[in-house]
Structure formats: structure tokens, C-alpha cells
């Protein structure tokens, strides 16, 4: 099993964790509210863990156009 970053705009894959090297506590997810976690992390049917976050480029896009900001970041 692994934990898995992803970017929710582009889908580009950021980082990978196996449930060995980090535990959800040392990623902070454990501090989320339930709602919040229902809406970043979601479970893949192999038992992998997906944590969809934004990329720095598409964050930085996002900051140059805002307008582009149709869903807000639920981390900020
Ligand atoms: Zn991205």
C-alpha cells in the first residue's frame, strides 16, 4: 500500500509514500476535518491512499490567474 499525491488540476503525480517510510499522521492528514479529508483523500481499490493537492506549477498558474480558480483549495 502507498500513499500518493496528485495534482487535482493536472493529475500530475508530485509524490509517493509507502505506508513503511510515513504514516498520515507525519503528513498531516490526521489534522484534516472529516470534510476536508472527504474531499482531498480518497482510497483506491487496492488500498492505496490518493491525497489530491495542487501542483506548484498549476499553484503558481493559479496565482498569475486567478480567474482560472473555478474550485477553491481546500488547504488554503
Ligand atoms: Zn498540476
Known amino acids: ?41 480518497s482510497k483506491e481499490q487496492n488500498g492505496d491512499t490518493v491525497v489530491s493537492i495542487m501542483c506548484d506549477y498549476c499553484r503558481e498558474a493559479l496565482m498569475t490567474h486567478p480567474e482560472l480558480s473555478i474550485v477553491g483549495n481546500p488547504l488554503q
Open 1 to 41: 500500500m502507498s500513499i500518493r499525491y496528485s495534482c487535482r488540476c493536472c493529475g500530475m503525480q508530485i509524490a509517493e509514500f509507502t505506508d513503511s517510510q510515513v504514516t498520515e499522521a507525519q503528513l498531516g492528514l490526521d489534522s484534516l476535518t472529516a470534510e476536508e479529508r472527504a474531499l482531498i483523500i
